[in-house]
């Protein structure tokens, strides 16, 4: 389980993530909701252990994950929102060094980089410098180097960019197979149908403040609302977005 405790983060003394509490469940996604600049990357990072909150904490089954860093990345899986890769090297060469760090040993290593890299469509690819991948090819990478050592927690910031709509199906199947084997897993995304789909919960952010954290279908009921799409408007916009794509054209035509 992983719990966030009134975790704040402050850029200059300006909240960018103001005093969050949530729990993720093994078994469950948890749907990391918010409009650009919300807040979620901030949030993310601090659960990592790549930034220091300023006030709170993150708990991993029940222990602060300050408490021994190492111990829990090694039961993470992150999948970060952007592709930090190392260009020069190959596919199977990126994922090869992610495994050794991970101590999966080498015969196993193998035998996993290889089904990775054939489920995904990169078995042809795995001797091409990643600087020569596509955008999908690399976040494909991400997401094999994330998985390889089958962590208890997966973290996934914006997991869809740039993949195609087969892999995008897949991706979506997979974040399911992941919970239904009991791991706990948050999903930080804008595409809001993929998270009505696939989160039992959703924590939706608002200028780094959570204004919601409970299940779609009750969120639905209670806001009367027919959509994650309507009520994630009212919540987290509260703009009309059709009056804003029309003062949008007229700013152009001015
Ligand atoms: N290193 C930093 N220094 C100063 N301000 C920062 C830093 N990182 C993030 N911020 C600010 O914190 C706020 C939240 O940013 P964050 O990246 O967490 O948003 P986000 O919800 O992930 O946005 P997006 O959906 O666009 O990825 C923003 O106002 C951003 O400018």
Not at 147 to 154: I, N
Not at 178 to 204: D, P, Q, Y
């Amino acid at each position: 389980m992983l719990e966030l405790r009134s975790l704040t983060k402050r850029f200059s003394g300006i909240p960018a993530v103001d005093d969050v509490s949530f729990t993720a469940l093994p078994g469950q996604v948890t749907g990391y909701l918010g409009p650009n600049g919300s807040g979620k990357s901030t949030t993310v990072k601090m659960i990592t252990g790549l930034l220091e909150p300023s006030e709170g904490h993150v708990l991993w089954q029940g222990t602060d994950v300050r408490a021994d860093l190492t111990a829990f990345q090694a039961q993470l899986g992150y999948v970060p929102e952007e592709p930090y890769l190392y260009p020069h090297l190959t596919g199977a060469e990126y994922l090869e060094l992610t495994g050794e760090l991970r101590l999966i040993p080498r015969q196993r290593l193998w035998l996993k980089i290889e089904a990775f890299l054939r489920e995904f469509g990169l078995w042809e690819d795995r001797y091409t410098a990643i600087a020569s991948y596509s955008k999908g090819m690399r976040q494909k990478i991400l997401l094999a180097a994330a998985l390889l050592h089958d962590p208890a927690l997966v973290i996934l910031d914006e997991p869809f960019s740039g993949l195609d709509v087969h892999s995008a199906l897949v991706l979506r199947r997979l974040i399911q197979t992941l919970a239904e084997s009991g791991k706990t897993v948050l999903f930080s995304s804008h595409e809001l149908e993929t998270v009505e789909r696939v989160c039992s919960r959703v924590v939706i952010l608002h200028k780094g403040k959570a204004v919601a954290n409970d299940s779609v279908e009750n969120l639905r009921g209670l806001m009367e609302l027919p959509t994650l799409e309507a009520i994630f408007t009212q919540l987290a916009l509260r703009q009309d977005p059709d009056e804003m794509a029309q003062r949008l054209a007229e700013a152009m035509r001015q």
